[in-house]
């Protein structure tokens, strides 16, 4: 059974710092998303990320995947107010078409 | 495209009523997914359903539950009779391989 682990799953940060959210899975896939999800808010897609080495950036957030480490990082630059929510990353496995969650990392950006 | 729709945004209802909530998957994706999240247990898979067919029902909580595709537009989750145990956020999602969920905006489900 695919098991998705995401660390550290509360993260309070200061405006302007750096910090990285790492997701971890138990075997083998060349399949990772992350998601944001505002507090009341549905999940949005922020990266898709389909092969190892595979790098994504949308503004202060960056994405990678490791698949022979099995790993991805969520890194965040300079962090903003604008950025608190909670990243979910999800792993698709064997059962094709189905993603297996992490538990949400929630970003709290304070001044 | 619209995205996902879900239907009604809010419902809220007394205990041992039914309750159905809807979905409508954007056009073209082969895959339908139900999602319950609540504090306590997080976002839970129920259900999920390729080319509307049912794939993967283990995340149904109880025979309370039942869900349907009967076309790739149209989708349904019935909670029958409700409980208050029930009340959480539902949401549908669709995908098209490989590039992730799309999920719907969630449906706020309140069993009193």
């Known amino acids: 059974e695919l098991k998705v682990e995401q660390n550290p799953l509360f993260l309070s940060m200061q405006e302007g710092k750096n910090y990285t959210i790492y997701c971890d899975y138990s075997?083998?896939?060349?399949?990772l998303y992350w998601y944001r999800q505002d507090p009341g808010k549905s999940l949005e897609s922020l990266f898709v990320?389909?092969?190892?080495?595979a790098v994504k950036q949308e503004g202060r957030l960056m994405a990678s995947l490791d698949t022979k480490a099995r790993l991805s990082t969520l890194h965040i630059t300079a962090a903003v107010h604008d950025l608190s929510a909670t990243y979910f990353c999800?792993?698709?496995?064997?059962?094709?078409?189905?993603?297996?969650f992490g538990d949400g990392t929630t970003l709290t950006v304070k001044p | 495209d619209a995205g996902v729709i879900q239907s009604p945004r809010h419902e809220v209802t007394e205990m041992g009523q039914e309750v159905t909530l809807r979905c409508k998957p954007i056009?073209?994706?082969?895959?339908l997914f139900w999602y319950r999240q609540t504090m306590m247990r997080g976002l839970e898979l129920l259900i999920y359903f390729n080319n509307n067919v049912p794939i993967d029902d283990s995340g149904m909580p109880e025979d309370r539950f039942s869900a349907k595709m009967p076309n790739a537009s149209f989708s349904t989750l019935k909670i029958q009779p409700s409980e208050p145990r029930d009340s959480a956020v539902y949401f549908c999602?669709?995908?098209?391989?490989?590039?992730?969920?799309?999920f719907g905006s969630g449906t706020r489900l309140t069993v009193v």
């Open positions: 990320l389909l092969s190892n080495g």
């Open positions: 999602a669709s995908s098209l391989l490989p590039y992730g969920y799309t």
């Open positions: 075997t083998t896939s060349d399949r």
């Open positions: 999800a792993v698709d496995g064997t059962n094709a078409g189905k993603s297996t």
């Open positions: 056009s073209g994706h082969d895959y």
